[in-house]
């Protein structure tokens, strides 16, 4: 089992910039591929990003794709989301999960598939 704790959102101005962690503790956090979703009022949680558990593959919705970036240190046991050229629209509680990796990574999109998730963190863009 894992536990994630997100930190970083806040309040920013459209066309900045915030930078999102995912702390991860518990079991070996390498052992986890990972995905950062996000969910606006009265949405459904969306995919934002997603990275294999060494960290080598990532992928992108296409609303993110080109401003922001996933990453990962494995001796940190922490995953972060850089949000560049933000966007009233990327407003949403922003949530971490987690998957146990499996022999081949895959694309992991809908909610259903990651077994733990974070509380969530507030991201709000102002116009």
């Known amino acids: 089992q894992v536990q994630l704790v997100e930190s970083g959102g806040g309040l920013v101005q459209a066309g900045g910039s915030l930078r999102l962690s995912c702390a991860a503790s518990?079991?070996?956090?390498?052992?986890?591929?990972m995905g950062w979703f996000r969910q606006a009022p009265g949405k459904e949680r969306e995919f934002v990003a997603a990275i294999s558990w060494s960290g080598d593959r990532t992928y992108y919705a296409d609303s993110v794709k080109g401003r922001f970036t996933i990453s990962r240190d494995n001796a940190k046991n922490t995953v972060y989301l850089q949000m560049n050229s933000l966007k009233p629209e990327d407003t949403a509680v922003y949530y971490c999960?987690?998957?146990?990796?499996?022999?081949?990574?895959?694309?992991?999109?809908?909610?259903?598939?990651?077994?733990?998730w974070g509380q969530g963190t507030q991201v709000t863009v102002s116009s």
């Open positions: 518990g079991r070996t956090f390498s052992s986890y591929d």
């Open positions: 999960a987690a998957e146990p990796r499996s022999s081949v990574w895959s694309i992991r999109i809908r909610p259903h598939e990651y077994e733990y």
